[in-house]
């Protein structure tokens, strides 16, 4: 039987562009290559990348037994921790995200319908008539509170306050490209002291650590029941022996949502506040949809809503994220797409390809939300949150407070963009964000 086509260019070649322009690397390949091929990144692995629907659903439908995703997350280790869940497989992953999703569905989500508006007021009401506004820290000063207090039920005092600084501060070090290099190259991880790559990472997270684990210590010793926090909950879980969660647990699936659940949002956010001001047709029509959402006595009702649902949506189409799911390491000899793979073959689910077939997104450099009002799209061919048994866990979350937070600043301030130049997306960590700064003003 066949196997996918390998990319002709250079190892490090190829690793390089892996680091430096993913998303043009993936396009130039999809070109040449089809919707599915094989590439050996440096001498770090060989990864098969797959954006035909009908393979992506092979994959997502396959048992979950049959892959395994936590050991090829190694690079968020140093980060997230053994425990967390996106570096778990098997028995222990399925555990964990079952007590894990409930608090960011349902009744539990909901009932943030009034705190997400409250953070979003609270944070714009500084911005002047006159001063530039930067718009990715005013997403990111959101989506983090809204993160801190889902997690921890914390919404102000001294610890809070130094744990949104030191959050920060780490993640805008780990985000650059040079960062995200660091992790194919061990040497560059090393703690040389304080001025060095890895001593400046050290340092960053041994502060953050000492925050965590104050704030598990001092819970454990009030334990209150009655919270609603994820912190409660996970206090209170015990597994099949009957033992509690270690304080080491703790702390990685705390850092786990800390980083997951703030910074993706955040910059889901920053486009769509660039789209929404840039095509001026797409504010006007969300604004009259608007209109009719009263935030006082349902800010639920926003799930509703077609038109402000189609633009986040394509938001997240256009520029997903989290552009590959999860990487697939098959366990045992599998067949997807029509060719043969073997135990520990790679596979990618590569969003951002999908998102871009021509043949079910005509145009797909166009911002254009209609699309998502004019047909339905399968979870195979519309995935911004992956699929299966790694699907994200704070998909419903993530688009509740997205709509939220933008209704929120829609309804409260005209803006305009201080740029007209549009903006790119460049690696972000694991992650694609805009290449600059997003700044507008309060319009006259
Ligand atoms: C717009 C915002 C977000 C985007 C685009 C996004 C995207 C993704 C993607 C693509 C995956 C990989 C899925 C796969 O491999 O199939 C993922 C996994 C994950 N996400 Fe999100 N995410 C977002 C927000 C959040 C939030 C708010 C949380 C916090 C609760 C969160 C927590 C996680 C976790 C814990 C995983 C790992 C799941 C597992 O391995 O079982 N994400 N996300």
Redesign the pocket.
Known sequence: MAHPPVVSTPAAWNLLQWIVQPLGFLEHCADRYGDCFTATLGNVARFTYFSDPAAIEQIFSTASSQFE??RANMILRRTLGDNS??L?DGEA?KRQ?QL?MPP?HGERMRSYGALIPAITTAVTQTWQPGQPIWIRPAMQAISLQV?LQ?VFGLTSGQRYEDLKRSLYNMLEFTSNRFSFATNFFPILQRDFGAWSPGGQFNRLMAGINELLYAEIHDRRQSFDPDRSDILTLLLAARDEAGEPMSDGELRDELM??LV???E??A??LTWAMDWIHRLPEVRQKLLSELASWDPETDPSAITKLPYLNAVCCET?RIY???F???IRIAQAAVEIGGYPFKSYDMLI?C?YLVHHRPDLYPEPKQFRPERFLERQFSPYEY?????????????A???F??KLVLATILRQHRLELLESRPMQPIRRGVTIAPNRQLKMRLAA
């Open positions: 995703s936590g869940l996106l778990l992953h995200r894990l960011f993160i889902a786990t949502l997951a659940g703030h993706t949002t910059t889901a997240l997903p994220v989290g590959i799911a999860q689910p969003i995935l911004p949150f992956g699929g299966s048994n790694r699907r994200c866990i704070g998909a979350f993530a688009l407070e997205m």
